[in-house]
């Protein structure tokens, strides 16, 4: 994750200073309107939209598109909840995708999901790793689908020269603790369709018919919620801009560094990625779970086993298999015209793979040759240790 600093404190001491907090009702642009322009042009998209948070980024990403009841959904198996309850919130469903090795959505298994009732693909760029966008493309336009990118946990990688989150019609970031960014809690919408942007801005601020938006692609307005970010949360943000890329050079160097030391076990083999050159993420594949589960247990820094990070697991989102909603006539299961059921064994080939994967911390904050260091301890028990140069 980001670090947060002394540069951040200092920012956000000036948006204090000012008195001028809330998106809306200070004088002339703001931080979040910087950042806002900002965040397109580094990451080559024409709107940005800012968000308290991934989660409401999702919800309004998903509204701004049109998705709604009876609509079904693709997600992966192998995510945050919030990327399954985010189409429950707009009155859709998800089916869930089994991953493949590259932690990622199986494009087999898209096609095998997609129903006359599917409306929009879901792609998680999980724990950094990419997702296999030309062919999710190939199969949303072949299928007259729109593909809605959860970016969350992939701030500013890249995948074949864009940056994730941009590739689709819609994509959606998170800025928590745990991100590549971080300013606690936000989000941000991002997208090249002017519809889609004056959509997701009605939909994030129930006042926006109040606040004078003179570009609305002639879009009736409609009730929406309250997902605005802060002014202080817009400090942070062009703080932590600064320090992405930058950020992201560092993992790719110890991603090449620590993988050339780890690619000679014999016991254990380096995940796939659908961009090995831009990688940014590390994980290895066991033969067997015992295997992840004790190479796990015996490096317990910077390494788990992902089956054992529970929330990400789709077996342990019981309010979705529950099929449970604040309120039985709002609950949009009902509103399906086919029933959706879920079961434990659904996905079993990603249950199979998390079981046998460890994800290994790149160290961003850290030098390399500690990581270096690390990297040749975790290999230690399957031959010698390599002697790898630190020239990336």
């Known amino acids: 994750m980001a670090r947060v600093g002394l540069r951040e404190w200092l ?16 004088v002339g642009d703001g931080p979040l309107t910087r950042f806002e322009a900002a965040y397109s042009q580094k990451f080559g998209v024409k709107h940005t939209l800012a968000t308290s948070s991934g989660t409401g980024a999702l919800i309004s990403a998903l509204a701004a598109a049109g998705i709604g009841p009876g609509d079904e959904v693709l997600v992966p198996a192998y995510t945050w909840i919030a990327t399954a309850a985010a189409p429950l919130a707009v009155g859709a469903v998800p089916v869930l995708v089994d991953i493949d090795e590259t932690l990622t959505m199986d494009p ?9 009732r599917t409306r929009a693909i879901l792609p998680v ?8 966008m030309d062919r999710i493309m190939e199969i949303a336009r072949e299928h007259g689908l729109l593909v809605i990118e959860d970016a969350c946990q992939a701030v500013g990688v890249s995948y074949k020269g864009r940056r994730v989150g941009t590739i689709g019609d819609v994509g959606a970031y998170s800025f928590n603790q745990f991100k590549n960014i971080n300013v606690g809690e936000g989000g941000a919408v991002v997208t090249n369709d002017d519809r889609y942007y004056a959509r997701a801005r009605m939909y994030h601020d129930v006042g926006a018919i109040f606040r004078g938006h003179l570009d609305n692609e002639n879009e009736p307005h409609f009730f929406g919620v309250n997902y605005k970010a802060s002014q202080i949360q817009g400090a942070m943000l062009n703080v932590q801009l600064a320090k992405l890329d930058p950020m992201l050079a560092r993992m790719r160097a110890r991603y090449r560094v620590m993988t050339r030391i780890l690619e000679g076990s014999q016991t254990f083999r380096i995940g796939p990625h659908n961009d090995a050159g831009n990688a940014v993420g590390l994980h290895v594949i066991f033969d067997t779970a015992q295997e992840a589960a004790g190479f796990a247990a015996g490096h317990k820094r910077g390494v788990y086993r992902l089956y054992d990070s529970s929330r990400h697991v789709y077996t342990n989102w019981l309010p979705v298999l529950e099929q449970r909603a604040p309120h039985p006539r709002m609950n ?8 959706v059921e879920y079961t434990p064994d659904m996905c079993a080939r990603t249950l199979d793979i998390l079981q046998r994967t460890c994800r290994i911390s790149l160290g961003e904050n850290y030098p390399l040759p500690l990581m270096a260091f690390l990297a040749r301890r ?5 031959g010698p240790a390599r002697q790898v140069s630190y020239a990336v």
């Open 378 to 382: 975790m290999a230690s028990g399957n």
């Open 332 to 339: 949009p299961f009902a509103w399906t015209s086919t029933r």
């Open 125 to 132: 760029h999980m724990a950094n790793m990419v997702c296999d």
């Open 11 to 26: 920012a956000v001491g000036r948006v204090i200073a000012t008195g001028h907090l809330a998106r809306y009702g200070g």
């Open 108 to 116: 087999a298994d898209i096609l095998r999901k997609i129903t006359p």
